[in-house]
């Protein structure tokens, strides 16, 4: 059973950082999708960043409004995946999820429908 528990949430000033985890069990596909998405109150839950492996090869894709300030990154050996968030605005607050799934033909990274297993989120809340 694949569970995915998100951490490291919190409230920050705008221009600070963050660093959510993301630790894995049960997951144990060679080629996959993780990633993050993240859900501002009243609007649809959007991807922020997604790791592709597929056989020995990796990608990472990030949201336009992310690139250059979030990096996604992950530790094979803990099983965890990570979202360093710096330069943190307040259109960046909202729940933030992990999600998994096997690699599949024809998958969007950004696609919410790609995604098998998500976690319960973690709030990241920023203030100016």
């Known amino acids: 059973q694949v569970q995915l528990v998100e951490s490291g949430g919190g409230s920050v000033q705008a221009g600070g950082s963050l660093r959510l985890s993301c630790a894995a069990s049960?997951?144990?596909?060679?080629?996959?999708?993780m990633g993050w998405f993240r859900q501002a109150p009243g609007k649809e839950r959007e991807g922020v960043a997604a790791i592709i492996v597929y056989f020995n090869g990796g990608s990472t894709y990030y949201a336009d409004s992310v690139k250059g300030r979030f990096t996604i990154s992950q530790d094979n050996a803990k099983n965890t995946l990570y979202l360093q968030m710096n330069s943190l605005k307040p259109e960046d607050t909202g729940m933030y999820y992990c999600?998994?799934?096997?690699?599949?033909?024809?998958?969007?990274?950004?696609?919410?429908?790609?995604?098998?297993?998500w976690g319960q989120g973690t709030q990241v809340t920023v203030s100016s």
């Open positions: 999600a998994a799934a096997p690699w599949k033909y024809g998958g969007r990274w950004y696609n919410e429908g790609t995604y098998n297993y």
């Open positions: 049960g997951y144990t596909y060679k080629s996959y999708y």
